[in-house]
């Protein structure tokens, strides 16, 4: 978690928190994060759950007139708080006094990560008093942001280190599992091939930085106004926020930014910088845009190009099963290999469909319907192995304890498991990834845990007639 402050919103938690306010009309997710601290019956309170309470207990003092400081990281919230003028009651008051009051216990990982320390306390106790006090008392200060960050080498040597240091243990401990399950004491070769690799790690860290050094940078400031980068053969350029037109970034990787301003586009990496710095100078970026600054998240375009390789996969994995099946089939039809050969490519369609990322847009990935549906075949497993009962039974009947049992509690264990495959999910893979089944759908998860009830009654019914002999 980046934290460069002792305020609620010095934090990325909190300023997450925010973007989820934004998202709600009333007080649900103010309630729902103090409700979160009250209800919290572990041995230690959570530091998420603090942080995302106190943002709460923030928008409570600022709906009342009690604005305290505001800045770029408050923006966001500010901007709710006036466009919901909402008077909060008094029971929401006593309940965010009293998640104050836990959050500053003892027993509150987040009073420990602060060891009592003054300046925070401070402004818990500041919070407090404006959440408490009668509207208007405290007036807002404005504070504005000016923000220096500097890359070291040091920090990228750290890195180096702690990716070498990790590669070193994870192999290491691996052949250590290895030559205990094999019995095979490591050799001066086994060591040094742990070595090597973890050299090889650190190697391709420094050569990442090599490679990218021309988006690195040196010294970056940022105030309400502008974006100044100094890139460490000493070129520099300055934005303007009023001019910046767009945001590249990834959602799923923040170590890097691209920022466009008419036809120029600057790109920085986090390479070299403190971590806690870089997460600042990230949010701050986010904090400080327009409204009319288009933010552009460029992990969703390498996920529609890996779904729709995906997709060309699964159709792939179809066609070249099918032609397999059907050719084994023609060839031999007594040979079990068209068989093996059809249920072999199940559970490669079902990989593959887990791996497409599906984020409810208009058209489900090719994959992820090919995946539900593989599942779903995979019934004919169990429900061959009923035929199979059923043909058998007078081969196996004498092995039973009790013969009159011996069809029953196999349709229920081979049956029950059939069930549960049929119907896990419904029938409709839109409705079931989208998470609003209709129709017949809506029972689908009732009658696939009574699958698994008759299954698990199956098993047991089978175990006791048939282990006995």
């Not at 920022?259 to 806690?276: E, P």
């Not at 490519?345 to 599906?358: D, F, H, K, N, Q």
Request: overall charge negative; charged content about 20%; aromatic content about 10%.
């Amino acid at each position: 978690m980046g934290l460069w402050g002792v305020d609620p919103f010095d934090n990325d938690t909190a300023c997450d928190w925010a973007s989820d306010l934004h998202r709600a009309d009333g007080l649900k997710t103010v309630c729902a994060a103090i409700d979160a601290v009250l209800a919290s019956a572990g041995p230690e309170l959570d530091s998420t759950l603090a942080w995302e309470a106190l943002a709460a207990c923030e928008v409570i003092a600022r709906l009342k007139g009690n604005w305290g400081e505001q800045n770029a990281y408050t923006r966001d919230t500010d901007d709710w708080v006036k466009a919901h003028p909402i008077t909060p009651g008094e029971d929401l008051i006593e309940r965010a006094n009293a998640a104050i009051d836990r959050v500053v216990a003892e027993d509150s990982e987040l009073y420990d990560n602060w060891e009592g320390d003054e300046d925070w306390l401070d402004s818990v106790a500041s919070l407090r008093r404006r959440v408490s006090a009668a509207p208007g008392t405290y007036p807002s200060t404005y504070v504005p942001l000016d923000l220096t960050i500097e890359s070291s080498p040091r920090h990228a040597l750290r890195t180096a280190a702690a990716i070498g240091l990790g590669v070193f243990l994870c192999v290491g401990i691996y052949m250590l599992a290895m030559s205990v399950g094999f019995g095979r004491t490591p050799v001066a070769r086994d060591w040094a091939l742990v070595g090597g690799m973890a050299v090889a790690g650190v190697l391709l860290w420094l050569a990442y930085g090599r490679l990218t050094r021309d988006h690195h940078a040196r010294v970056i400031h940022l105030d309400d106004d502008t974006l100044r980068i100094e890139r460490p053969d000493g070129r520099a350029v300055t934005l303007d926020w009023r001019q910046l037109q767009a945001i590249d970034y990834y959602s799923e990787d923040d170590s890097v930014l691209t920022l466009t301003a008419g036809q120029d586009a600057v790109t920085v990496y986090s390479y070299g910088f403190a971590g806690s710095d870089w997460s600042r100078f990230h949010r701050s970026v986010f904090a400080c845009r327009r409204m009319h600054t288009e933010l552009r998240d460029r992990s969703k375009d390498i996920a529609a190009k890996t779904n729709t390789w995906l997709d060309r996969g699964a159709l792939a994995c179809i066609v070249v099963g099918v032609v397999a099946t059907i050719t084994l089939a023609a060839w031999d039809v007594s040979n079990a290999a068209w068989g093996l050969s059809f249920i072999g490519t199940l559970p490669v369609l079902i990989v593959i469909g887990s791996r497409a990322e599906y984020d409810h847009e208009p058209r489900l990935p090719f994959a992820k319907t090919a995946g539900f549906f593989a599942a779903k075949l995979l019934a004919v497993l169990p429900i061959g192995l009923i035929v199979y009962v059923f043909v058998s039974r007078d081969e196996n009947l004498p092995n039973a304890r009790w013969p009159w049992l011996y069809l029953p509690s196999n349709v229920l264990f081979f049956g029950g498991m059939a069930g549960a495959l049929l119907v896990h999910g419904g029938w409709s893979p839109t409705q079931h990834y989208k998470g609003r089944p209709r129709g017949v759908n809506r029972y689908a998860k009732a009658m696939f845990y009574g699958s698994l009830v008759a299954c698990a009654v199956g098993f047991a019914l089978k175990y006791l007639n048939e282990s006995g002999g």
